[in-house]
């Protein structure tokens, strides 16, 4: 039963950082309608970005506010540089920008930062939390942070103008032009706002696999599954389903015999086939329905 | 009269064809003005030529200052409302996000929070449903809430593209008479594309018709109404 607990608990700790890619995920693919696949490098890019400020002696907490200023702007720019002008463009010519993106990423953390692994620190510690085996300290910060950020997004989208413009644009865009909206800045706060998400998710699970530049990608597929299985349309079942999945990863490495850690991975890849095959939109999603 | 909306030459291109072929029009300011066409004459297209979400030549001026070039949010910050056909409503939204919309662009806190009180009285239908989804109201209901979004800009230009489509007569009745109130105490200068001639020429001061891209006739709406070439080719009687 104690490992059973474990296990869930584990599981909703990964699940958190699952979310935080899952919501990155969802919120450019509801902007623009494509997935990023570059999201895993965007990230681990930003966690480099932090690791190096510590290594210049800059405080945890202030790293990570400058971390998040700098992924924020980086994610503007990426819009603006690369898939504004591909806006009207086909969509494999959006997927071919996307596989640039990740390779151009990939190799740039590569090249300024090699591929030795590195320990990223983690401003929570690792001891028992409150005194019980079953969680570390740090997994509940994964929790708690992503808790608060959820919190604050919430309240972002649902009471703030700025928030309720970005709905509105990604809705619907011609009516949110219609309205005044400048729509394609929406679209580029969302960009950075997703890439400020991805590099929580980033710092937060770098002390628990290591920082190398390949760090996210593993992460990033289960982000996938996790958007998959809440439904590409909803931010909030992206949510759900990050710890439905990372809940569920657990489990099965736990307890059917053959995954163990080696086969988790086609898990997440089994699992957003499935959720296609199906229910195509996903647990919270809408139908996606396209005239033709 | 001064001319607050002056069109001259208006071609408009939808990949190689062309729906508009030089249209030439004017709004004059505080009119409520219609413009009639069949099917396919260009109505709507002219309508999305004034707010540039089409692609057009020749010269559109508001208030003197010309509008090509201009992105279509920025057009709308001149008080250009546009309420599109098929209403354009943000269905996942409440009611009154949808007002706010509306509003988005504007900054006054207290101005905001009293038109939509202004709008809840002229539409007491939108006050009881406030909270509620905006998908889940009827056809008539949207066309409501989508004026009352379009007004909630304080503009000082309104195009309206078939308000009437899909609505029981009464509600038709009902909206036609909040658009003249509208344009006659709120000072909002008013265009309405209309299939339901009849209705548009009693409502209007002004009717231009249109046809395959082309003004094809204009004058005082009584004047259209009593026209009989109008009389067979619109309203059918």
């Known amino acids: 039963m104690e490992l059973f607990t474990n296990q869930i608990l584990a599981g909703i700790a990964t699940g958190a950082i699952y979310a935080c890619m899952a919501l990155a995920v969802v919120m450019i693919y509801q902007a623009i309608d494509h997935l990023n696949f570059a999201q895993g490098e965007m990230a681990t890019f930003s966690t480099f970005v932090a690791w190096q400020l510590i290594q210049w002696g800059v405080p945890y907490w202030g790293a990570f506010l400058i971390t998040l200023a700098f992924s924020f702007v980086g994610g503007i720019l990426i819009e603006r540089v690369l898939f504004k002008p591909l806006a009207k463009a086909p969509i494999l010519t959006n997927v071919a920008g996307f596989i640039a993106l990740f390779a151009i990423i990939n190799s740039c953390s590569g090249l300024i930062w090699d591929f030795t692994i590195k320990q990223f620190p983690t401003p929570f510690g690792s001891s028992p939390f409150l005194g019980s085996q079953l969680i570390s300290t740090h997994q509940a910060g994964m929790i708690g942070v992503t808790l608060v950020l959820l919190i604050l997004l919430f309240f972002f989208f649902r009471f703030t103008r700025i928030g309720l ?54 992460v990033l597929l289960y982000g996938f599954a996790a958007a998959v299985l809440g439904g ?32 988790k991975l086609p898990i997440a890849l089994a699992l957003i086939i499935t959720v296609l095959v199906v229910k195509p939109a996903g647990l919270f999603g809408r139908p996606i329905v396209k005239r033709v | 009269m001064t001319t607050m909306l002056n069109v001259r030459d208006l071609r408009a291109y939808y990949g190689q064809v062309q729906a508009l072929h030089g249209l030439e029009f004017g709004l004059n300011e505080g009119s409520l003005t219609t413009l009639l066409g069949a099917n396919g004459a260009g109505k709507t297209t002219t309508l999305r030529a004034i707010c540039n979400m089409v692609r057009t030549t020749g010269s559109i001026e508001f208030e003197g200052a010309p509008l090509t070039g201009r992105s279509t949010e920025n057009i709308v910050r001149l008080g250009i409302a546009h309420v599109p056909q098929g209403r354009g409503t943000f269905t996942t939204m409440t009611v009154e996000e949808n007002l706010q919309l509306g509003s988005i662009t504007r900054k006054d806190k207290a101005g905001i929070v009293s038109d939509i009180e202004r709008m809840y009285d002229h539409f007491p239908v939108l006050k009881a449903r406030h909270t509620q989804q905006a998908g889940t109201l009827s056809g008539g209901e949207q066309q409501m809430l989508a004026v009352a979004r379009a007004l909630m800009l304080r503009p000082r230009l309104m195009l309206l593209d078939e308000p009437s489509f899909g609505l029981a007569p009464l509600i038709v009745r009902d909206l036609f008479k909040i658009l003249g109130k509208i344009n006659r105490e709120d000072k909002v200068t008013i265009l309405v594309v209309e299939q339901n001639a009849q209705l548009a020429l009693e409502l209007a001061d002004k009717a231009y018709v249109i046809e395959t891209g082309r003004i094809v006739m204009s004058g005082n709406a009584a004047e259209i109404a009593n026209n009989e070439d109008v009389r067979k080719s619109y309203l059918g009687y």
């Open chain 1, 232 to 263: 590409l349309t909803s931010p909030f079942g992206a949510v759900i389903g990050g710890f439905l999945v990372g809940i569920f990863e657990n489990l099965a490495g736990t307890y059917i015999p053959g995954v163990g850690n080696e086969l």
């Open chain 1, 165 to 218: 413009a970005m709905r509105a644009a990604a809705s619907l865009p011609e009516s949110a032009r219609l309205v005044g909206i400048n729509t394609s800045w929406m679209i580029a706060l969302g960009w950075g706002m997703a890439t400020a998400i991805g590099a929580i998710a980033g710092m937060l699970i770098a002390p628990v696999v290591f920082l190398e530049p390949n760090m996210m990608i593993g």
